[in-house]
């Protein structure tokens, strides 16, 4: 098959443009050999600690950071710079846009180099400048920014695919202004998954979603109650859950050893916290009520069971009595029978 054009090669390139990392992170690509590297925040002079860029600007104010991109390779590699809005996935991370795909918001406040050449185990560091605009609402704006290599693959009909592979961070810029979080739960659902042991409790689980309604960034926490359990939310394993407003998320917690008592009272409690600068910040808690039906048909079946078998227990001693009552009578008559015969 023939080499696609300049120009489809490019569409190529735009269209599998893949995002590696939106954190600190060292990423792979193959090319013509193995490209790693790694960007990070720093100051004028190098890394400075920091896991992302967090900065509070007036509108119209510009501020100036770094960023230092660490060739962890043998051979000198040329890096794209870029920045875009930022935005959390469903799971929670961060991520960026794709190059294909234009900024709206904070990714288009963000200046830098198109490209830095970086040698062999070195590290370039190198500044970016936010500029907010004047007419830019108050609150949390999500950007990243990143360095890159594109890459070329061979695709099983032969077509070049281009692969972008980018490696950067976060930067989170709160316009000041009035502050106001705030958060909402939305379509929340609940079922009951019953266990067939009548001695052991079910469990239950109640889907939600969560919206950012406020102009600032929230870490999202709360705990869902049902029939006097409790069940936390994210989980001791789970990442935290952050919003940006605007942002909603979807959710779905298990409260264990629920037994069912035909119609189970449930609540769900959501207690959202600003996140970035003044971090901790209570927002007020938001409730919804998350009852469900649980018929305790193992329990009933065993019940009924029971009742059958106390119910024949009683039939049977009563027939029991009956028989007895019967052969006593027979014998009291035929006692008679014999009495009132002639010796």
Same mark, same amino acid.
């Given at each position: 098959?023939?080499?696609?054009?300049?120009?489809?090669?490019?569409?190529?390139?735009?269209?599998?443009?893949?995002?590696?990392?939106?954190?600190?992170?060292?990423?792979?690509?193959?090319?013509?050999?193995?490209?790693?590297?790694?960007? %990070?925040?720093?100051?004028? $002079?190098?890394?400075?600690?920091?896991?992302? =860029?967090?900065?509070?600007?007036?509108?119209?104010?510009?501020?100036?950071?770094?960023?230092?991109?660490?060739?962890?390779?043998?051979?000198?590699? =040329?890096?794209?710079?870029?920045?875009?809005?930022?935005?959390?996935?469903?799971?929670? #991370?961060?991520?960026?846009?794709? $190059?294909?795909?234009?900024?709206?918001?904070?990714?288009?406040?963000?200046?830098?180099?198109?490209?830095?050449?970086?040698?062999?185990?070195?590290?370039? =560091?190198?500044?970016?400048?936010?500029?907010?605009?004047?007419?830019?609402?108050?609150?949390?704006?999500?950007?990243?920014?990143?360095? $890159?290599?594109?890459?070329?693959?061979?695709?099983?009909?032969?077509?070049?695919?281009?692969?972008?592979?980018?490696?950067?961070?976060?930067?989170?810029?709160?316009?000041?202004?009035?502050?106001?979080?705030?958060?909402?739960?939305?379509?929340?659902?609940?079922?009951?998954?019953?266990?067939?042991?009548?001695?052991?409790?079910?469990?239950?689980?109640?889907?939600?979603?969560? =919206?950012?309604?406020?102009?600032? #960034?929230?870490?999202?926490?709360?705990?869902?109650?049902?029939?006097?359990?409790?069940?936390?939310?994210?989980?001791?394993?789970?990442?935290?859950?952050?919003?940006?407003?605007?942002?909603?998320?979807?959710?779905?917690?298990?409260?264990?050893?629920?037994?069912?008592?035909?119609?189970?009272?449930?609540?769900?409690?959501?207690?959202?916290?600003?996140?970035?600068?003044?971090?901790?910040?209570?927002?007020?808690?938001?409730?919804?009520?998350?009852?469900?039906?649980?018929?305790?048909?193992?329990?009933?079946?065993?019940?009924?069971?029971?009742?059958?078998?106390?119910?024949?227990?009683?039939?049977? %001693? #009563?027939?029991?009595?009956? #028989?007895?009552?019967?052969?006593?009578?027979?014998?009291?008559?035929?006692?008679?029978?014999?009495?009132?015969?002639?010796?």
């Amino acid at each position: 098959m023939a080499s696609p054009t300049p120009a489809a090669r490019a569409l190529l390139l735009a269209a599998a443009s893949l995002l590696l990392a939106a954190a600190p992170a060292t990423a792979q690509s193959d090319g013509e050999g193995t490209v790693t590297w790694s960007v %990070r925040p720093a100051d004028a $002079s190098g890394e400075d600690g920091r896991a992302w =860029v967090e900065q509070e600007l007036d509108p119209g104010e510009a501020a100036t950071e770094y960023m230092a991109v660490h060739n962890l390779s043998d051979t000198e590699v =040329v890096f794209r710079l870029s920045a875009a809005d930022g935005f959390f996935q469903d799971n929670g #991370r961060f991520s960026m846009l794709p $190059s294909d795909e234009p900024s709206t918001d904070a990714g288009l406040w963000i200046e830098v180099q198109e490209e830095v050449a970086v040698g062999p185990d070195e590290t370039a =560091v190198v500044p970016f400048t936010t500029t907010v605009p004047d007419n830019a609402t108050p609150g949390d704006h999500a950007a990243g920014i990143a360095a $890159s290599v594109l890459s070329e693959q061979a695709g099983e009909d032969g077509a070049t695919v281009g692969v972008e592979s980018r490696v950067g961070f976060r930067v989170m810029t709160r316009v000041t202004g009035a502050l106001a979080p705030s958060a909402s739960i939305e379509d929340v659902s609940s079922s009951y998954a019953l266990s067939w042991n009548p001695l052991a409790p079910g469990r239950a689980q109640v889907t939600f979603t969560v =919206v950012n309604t406020g102009n600032a #960034r929230l870490l999202v926490t709360g705990a869902a109650t049902a029939a006097g359990r409790e069940a936390a939310f994210p989980g001791p394993e789970e990442i935290d859950q952050e919003l940006m407003p605007g942002d909603e998320r979807r959710f779905t917690v298990t409260v264990d050893d629920v037994w069912p008592s035909v119609f189970v009272p449930a609540t769900l409690n959501v207690t959202p916290v600003v996140a970035g600068e003044g971090e901790g910040t209570p927002v007020d808690t938001a409730t919804a009520d998350a009852g469900f039906w649980a018929v305790p048909w193992p329990q009933l079946i065993a019940l009924a069971g029971i009742g059958l078998l106390i119910g024949s227990s009683l039939w049977g %001693r #009563r027939r029991s009595k009956a #028989r007895l009552e019967h052969l006593l009578e027979e014998a009291r008559e035929e006692g008679r029978r014999e009495a009132a015969e002639p010796v």
